[in-house]
C-alpha cells in the first residue's frame, strides 16, 4: 500500500515562510513527477507547483511563481515545498500527491489533480494577516 504523509503546515504570519515535506511509507513505487496542490475552504482545490522525478523539471501556479519553491529527494523519496513570502491567501489544506503515469522523458509535470493517482492526507497552512 502506498502512503504519501505531509508535515510542516502551521500558523504563520503574512511575510512568514512554511516548508512542507511529503514522504513515502509503504510500499515503493515509480512515479513520473510529484505535485502540490491545495484546497481553501468552500473554493475547489488548486494546483501549486509539480516536479518530475527523475530530472527535476518544476512548475508553478502564477500565483506562486517567486515565492515558493518545490524540490526534491530522491533517496529519502521526499518532495518539499518551501513556501517565502506567505499572504494570508496562501491559507489552505497542502495535498502532496504522485503521478505514477508513464510519460514521454522530459515531458513537463501535469498540473492537472486527476492524473495524480496516490494522495496524502493533507497539512493544514493558515496565514494570519
Same mark, same amino acid.
Given at each position: 500500500?502506498?502512503?504519501?504523509? @505531509?508535515?510542516?503546515?502551521?500558523?504563520?504570519?503574512?511575510?512568514?515562510?512554511?516548508?512542507?515535506?511529503? %514522504?513515502?511509507?509503504?510500499?515503493?513505487?515509480?512515479?513520473?513527477?510529484?505535485?502540490w496542490f491545495r484546497q481553501?475552504?468552500? *473554493? @475547489?482545490? @488548486?494546483?501549486?507547483?509539480?516536479?518530475?522525478?527523475?530530472?527535476?523539471?518544476?512548475?508553478?501556479?502564477?500565483?506562486? *511563481?517567486?515565492?515558493?519553491?518545490?524540490?526534491?529527494?530522491?533517496?529519502k523519496n521526499t518532495v518539499?515545498?518551501?513556501?517565502?513570502?506567505?499572504?494570508? @491567501?496562501?491559507? %489552505?489544506?497542502?495535498?502532496?500527491?504522485?503521478?505514477?503515469? =508513464?510519460?514521454?522523458?522530459?515531458?513537463?509535470?501535469?498540473?492537472?489533480?486527476? =492524473?495524480? *493517482?496516490y494522495w496524502g492526507q493533507?497539512?493544514?497552512?493558515?496565514?494570519?494577516?
Open positions: 500500500q502506498v502512503q504519501l504523509v @505531509e508535515s510542516g503546515g502551521g500558523l504563520v504570519q503574512a511575510g512568514g515562510s512554511l516548508r512542507l515535506s511529503c %514522504a513515502d511509507s509503504g510500499r515503493t513505487f515509480s512515479r513520473y513527477a510529484m505535485g481553501a475552504p468552500g *473554493k @475547489e482545490r @488548486e494546483f501549486v507547483s509539480a516536479i518530475t522525478w527523475n530530472i527535476g523539471t518544476t512548475t508553478y501556479a502564477d500565483s506562486v *511563481k517567486g515565492r515558493f519553491a518545490i524540490s526534491k529527494d530522491n533517496a518539499y515545498l518551501q513556501m517565502n513570502s506567505l499572504k494570508p @491567501e496562501d491559507t %489552505a489544506v497542502y495535498y502532496c500527491a504522485a503521478d505514477i503515469t =508513464e510519460r514521454i522523458f522530459g515531458s513537463l509535470p501535469s498540473m492537472w489533480g486527476r =492524473e495524480y *493517482k493533507g497539512t493544514q497552512v493558515t496565514v494570519s494577516s
